[in-house]
């Protein structure tokens, strides 16, 4: 199964693709929360690297906040586009759970966190001190 995957809902926007579970490429912009300007383009030089066109993907993935509300219209609208356009499955994941799944293999107390601006923060909390 090949997969687009992208978050826009902080300062930094990343995509990656993959195949079944193993990445194959990814990038990232920090452009100071102008994501719309830099998502397709990403988007297309990660297709053009891997050499797959867009109607060889399977499924959308996007993550669905918490985080910017702007950047989570441009990434849930660029989802719902492709997911509509290639009649294929688009699934929405929380911003949060994204994060904390860069550290499954680590048994312990996982607290991601993202910028909410004014002096706040969205966070959460994981406990994966027995590896569940």
């Known amino acids: 199964m090949k997969i687009l995957a992208f978050d826009c809902s902080s300062k930094t926007m990343a995509a990656a693709l993959a195949e079944d579970e193993t990445v194959v490429a990814s990038a990232f912009q920090d452009e100071n929360r102008k994501h719309a300007p ?59 759970d994204v994060l904390a799944g860069s550290f499954l293999d680590e048994k312990t107390i996982v607290v991601p966190m993202l910028d909410a601006r004014k002096h706040q923060v969205y966070a959460a909390v994981f406990d994966n001190r027995r590896g569940e």
């Open 38 to 96: 830099y998502l397709m383009p990403m988007i297309e030089e990660l297709l053009e690297k891997v050499g797959w066109k867009p109607k060889d993907l399977h499924l959308i993935a996007v993550t669905a906040g918490p985080g910017s509300f702007t950047g989570l219209r441009i990434g849930v609208s660029t989802a719902k586009g492709f997911a509509d356009t290639l009649d294929i499955p688009m699934v929405s994941l929380p911003s949060l």
